[in-house]
């Protein structure tokens, strides 16, 4: 952004700070791809590997306050996180620090300092949060590598503080990329890291590193009734949202306010009855723009091979005329939408198309965005429970 559209020297200041953490984002980026091509940190055994790295992991408490909770007023969690500027910027989980009145970071030297947010995203469980950077000396910094080079079969790191065991560093491999978590889905495209690294409620924020040291990604979510089944947000994914949260304090998204699945073949084989293909519309949030433009949701329930869809609700199938018939086609006609738009829709509602006009806003905070509330287990939240992940349900919504 161009000092000329400074229009208050505080304004300034706080661009200025961004531009830094930017500018450091960048010869982060330069400085993975030499590591990845073998550079000396690469030839570190794994005990030196972890003195270079575990300094720059810390300890972070929250806590938050609940007026109308007589019996648990107080609600405190632990997490970990990764210093990766020197000016004091960390970066964590959403889940871990989003809501809480009261963040306190614990350093690998001993030293305890209060935090502030400076901003979260719910959606993809990514937080910053700053402490003040010491009057001498620098803080420990880690570096972020380049997810895109992950394979099944590498070996990665978690480091972090699990079950309030500070600096614990488990050893695992990657076991399958481009993973995604069952639930609502606000984007189609938020792959996930799976490994099987011991990870454990406290990991929440940490690093998974690669052979290199580098920050390969940050800790999300476990599925307890299994072993050994970790995620880790991808940490290409984390350098893209990074300045939109140090900028804005959030991840400005437009929002339509609905929640479905694509009309497949198949189903339509099995019920034999009037389904056009498009985006089969379950739910639709309450006070969104979908509503106020009187889309409408499912009526009854099916289950189908063990899956449960809400059938009687419109099927989207155009948007601003382009056929939306697959999650490809879908994210297409999406990524050009901008908050105030018109979006032209076209659905098919018994046995009729029917045009209808959306006016996108932005997304707003939702109840599953609260900490304990989000779909996928973050640590810290309610865990998944019952049968295998294979057989739960991936809705999309936007």
Same mark, same amino acid.
Not at 33 to 44: F, H, I, R, T, V
Not at 52 to 71: H, W
Not at 219 to 243: E, M, R, S
């Given at each position: ?36 091509? !073998? ?39 632990? !997490? ?176 339509? !306010? ?67 018939? !697959? ?72």
């Amino acid at each position: 952004m161009r000092n000329e559209s400074r229009l208050a020297a505080g304004v300034l200041a706080g661009v200025l700070w961004i531009s830094g953490a930017s500018g450091a984002l960048a010869a982060q980026a330069d400085g993975g791809s030499a590591q990845a091509l !073998g550079a000396a940190p690469c030839q570190e055994t794994l005990a030196q590997l972890y003195r270079r790295v575990s300094p720059s992991v810390v300890l972070i408490n929250a806590s938050s306050i609940n007026p109308y909770d007589i019996d648990h007023r107080i609600q405190r969690v632990s !997490g970990s996180g990764v210093i990766f500027d020197k000016s004091g910027l960390i970066v964590t989980n959403s889940h871990v620090v989003f809501g809480r009145q009261i963040i306190t970071v614990a350093l690998d030297n001993g030293a305890f300092l209060t935090a502030q947010l400076v901003g979260a995203d719910p959606v993809f469980d990514i937080a910053v949060i700053r402490i003040q950077a010491p009057a001498s000396g620098d803080l420990p910094v880690a570096r972020f590598g380049d997810s895109d080079r992950l394979d099944v079969g590498h070996e990665v790191y978690a480091i972090g503080n699990p079950l309030g065991l500070n600096q614990t560093l488990t050893r695992g491999i990657v076991s399958a990329v481009n993973r995604m978590l069952p639930g609502p889905s606000f984007s189609l495209t938020e792959p996930l890291i799976q490994t099987d690294a011991a990870i454990n409620p406290g990991n929440s924020g940490g690093p998974l590193v690669d052979r290199c040291g580098d920050v390969a990604g940050i800790t999300t979510a476990v599925v307890p009734d299994a072993q050994n089944i970790g995620f880790a947000v991808p940490v290409n994914l984390v350098k893209g949202i990074l300045p939109a949260l140090m900028r804005d304090g959030r991840v400005i998204r437009s929002w339509v !306010g609905v929640q479905g699945q694509f009309v497949v073949p198949a189903l339509k084989e099995l019920l034999r009855i009037p389904l056009a293909d498009g985006f089969l519309v379950e739910a639709v949030e309450p006070g969104s723009p979908a509503e106020k433009a009187d889309i409408q949701d499912g009526e009854f329930e099916l289950t189908i091979g063990g899956q449960p869809i809400l059938l009687g609700g419109d099927i989207i199938t155009e948007l601003n005329g382009s056929s939306v018939d !697959g999650p490809g086609k879908l994210e297409s006609a999406l990524k050009s939408v901008k908050i105030g738009d018109t979006l032209r829709m076209a659905v098919f509602r018994d046995s009729k198309t029917l045009r209808i006009d959306v006016v996108v806003t932005e997304r707003p905070i939702l109840p599953s965005d609260l900490p304990g509330r989000r779909v996928g287990n973050p640590l810290g939240a309610v865990p998944l429970t019952g049968g295998p992940i294979a057989a739960r349900k991936a809705v999309i919504r936007f």
